[in-house]
């Protein structure tokens, strides 16, 4: 997969994310590995946000990130577990 030039822009965490950090039990150097073994990106519900789709401890995990053109920096908004319905 091609990935966008804001890809390898310098990541800003958001309060909302370092909030989530701590709830969902991750830190900053996860993120990163994350971040790094990201798999595919999508735009998000939100204008101007993307959905990057990763795993985490054998889990699929996504984080949305909201890139600064201006700054050129590439926001960390939220990361969470995804949770898979049973059918």
Same mark, same amino acid.
């Given at each position: 997969?091609?990935? +966008?030039?804001?890809?390898?822009?310098? !990541?800003? !965490?958001? +309060?909302?994310?370092?909030?989530?950090?701590? #709830?969902? *039990?991750?830190?900053?150097? *996860? !993120?990163?590995?994350? !971040?790094?073994?990201?798999?595919?990106?999508? =735009?998000? $519900? %939100?204008?101007?946000?993307? %959905? /990057?789709?990763?795993?985490?401890?054998?889990? *699929?995990?996504? $984080? /949305? $990130? #909201? +890139? *600064?053109?201006?700054?050129? @920096? @590439? %926001?960390?908004?939220?990361?969470? =577990? $995804? @949770?898979?319905?049973r059918r």
């Amino acid at each position: 997969m091609e990935w +966008p030039d804001w890809w390898e822009w310098e !990541l800003e !965490l958001s +309060p909302h994310l370092e909030k989530r950090m701590e #709830e969902r *039990d991750f830190t900053e150097i *996860d !993120l990163r590995e994350m !971040l790094n073994r990201a798999h595919r990106y999508r =735009p998000d $519900v %939100v204008e101007g946000r993307w %959905v /990057i789709e990763t795993r985490h401890h054998r889990r *699929d995990w996504e $984080v /949305i $990130v #909201e +890139p *600064d053109s201006e700054e050129q @920096l @590439l %926001v960390v908004i939220t990361a969470y =577990p $995804v @949770l898979r319905s049973r059918r």
